[in-house]
T-cell receptor, first 109, second 113 residues
Framework: RKEVEQDPGPFNVPEGATVAFNCTYS??????FFWYRQDCRKEPKLLMS???SGNEDGRFTAQLNRASQYISLLIRDSKLSDSATYLC??????????FGKGTSLLVTP | EAQVTQNPRYLITVTGKKLTVTCSQN?????MSWYRQDPGLGLRQIYY???????DKGDVPEGYKVSRKEKRNFPLILESPSPNQTSLYFC????????????FGSGTRLTVV
């Protein structure tokens, strides 16, 4: 099983839609989990951190299910500006980082 | 402003010509790391450093060198670049074993011809 797996998409959704991405991970000892957003050929930027069961920030909700070892990211009321690639990141041992390959989202008018 | 600064942003070079990509952070982070990103392969770690004078190999270290003489700087050195090192490179830094996340530099797009 790969360290971190994501559905690559692409997810094409209309403006205003709700979209959810899932990510599964293999390191059951991880204490923190992250969703990063990456625009085309630019640096990943931290979108949300998850330390317990979940986190909410405006239109974005991240949820963690430790028993099943998956993290989800829900985006409500999608905007055109949400179009990007979303990376699931799960720390490994020490400072090691395990990246998913990213889920591509395209929000259309 | 807290940031990780990489230079250059873009670089085209020829096979075999030594180059250095610089990375500097102003957050007093103990951990720094280099990644390369290629289509379909995602982000892969090249080298990392837990602190000054402490460096270790990541998943794809072949053809690269690093040094960590000062806490703020972590340069990536390609002694003899080859076309398969054409890629998008990111430097990242963190503290507290990455518990609060990692800050990435803006990237270096390297082309080796």
């Amino acid at each position: 099983r790969k360290e971190v797996e994501q559905d690559p998409g692409p997810f094409n959704v209309p403006e205003g839609a709700t979209v959810a991405f899932n990510c599964t991970y293999s390191n059951s000892a991880s204490q923190s989990f992250f969703w990063y957003r990456q625009d085309c050929r630019k640096e990943p930027k931290l979108l949300m951190s998850v330390y317990s069961s979940g986190n909410e920030d405006g239109r974005f909700t991240a949820q963690l299910n430790r028993a099943s070892q998956y993290i989800s990211l829900l985006i409500r009321d999608s905007k055109l500006s949400d179009s990007a690639t979303y990376l699931c990141v799960v720390p490994g041992t020490g400072y090691a980082l395990n990246f998913g390959k990213g889920t591509s989202l395209l929000v259309t008018p | 402003e807290a940031q990780v600064t990489q230079n250059p942003r873009y670089l085209i070079t020829v096979t075999g010509k030594k180059l250095t990509v610089t990375c500097s952070q102003n957050m007093n982070h103990e951990y720094m790391s280099w990644y390369r990103q290629d289509p379909g392969l995602g982000l892969r770690q090249i080298y990392y450093s837990m602190n000054v004078e402490v460096t270790d190999k990541g998943d794809v270290p072949e053809g690269y060198k690093v040094s960590r003489k000062e806490k703020r700087n972590f340069p990536l050195i390609l002694e003899s670049p080859s076309p398969n090192q054409t890629s998008l490179y990111f430097c990242a830094s963190s503290s507290n074993k990455g518990y609060y996340g990692y800050t990435f530099g803006s990237g270096t797009r390297l082309t080796v011809v």
